[in-house]
Nanobody, 115 residues
Framework: QVQLLESGGGLVQPGGSLRLSCATS????????MGWYRQGPGKERELVAL???????MYADSVKGRFTVSRDNAKNTVYLKMNSLKPEDSAVYFC?????????WGKGTLVTVSP
């Protein structure tokens, strides 16, 4: 059974940084895509960043130049380094895995950007 567990959320001031981590467990085929989505208050879930097992990446326009997604294939772990955080980045951040045409989600970690 595949499981995803996020960590690293919290409260940070505008302009600050945070690093999210997502550890996986279960039997995961090595060719996959991992990444992050987020859902702010009263908003729909939206893509933040994705990274393939070949290390190709894509980002939402709103986070380009500020966020960096990375992964450790040996550990099937994905990270999100968030710099220059803004109040509008406040959201629950969900880890995402696509493997063998199946989508898996973590339960989310809350990021709050506030003075």
């Amino acid at each position: 059974q595949v499981q995803l567990l996020e960590s690293g959320g919290g409260l940070v001031q505008p302009g600050g940084s945070l690093r999210l981590s997502c550890a996986t467990s279960g039997n995961i085929f090595r060719i996959n895509t991992m990444g992050w989505y987020r859902q702010g208050p009263g908003k729909e879930r939206e893509l933040v960043a994705l990274i393939t097992s070949a290390f190709s990446t894509m980002y939402a326009d709103s986070v380009k130049g500020r966020f960096t997604v990375s992964r450790d294939n040996a550990k099937n772990t994905v990270y999100l380094k968030m710099n220059s955080l803004k109040p509008e980045d406040s959201a629950v951040y969900f880890c995402y895995l696509n493997v063998n045409a199946m989508n898996y989600w973590g339960k989310g970690t809350l990021v709050t950007v506030s003075p």
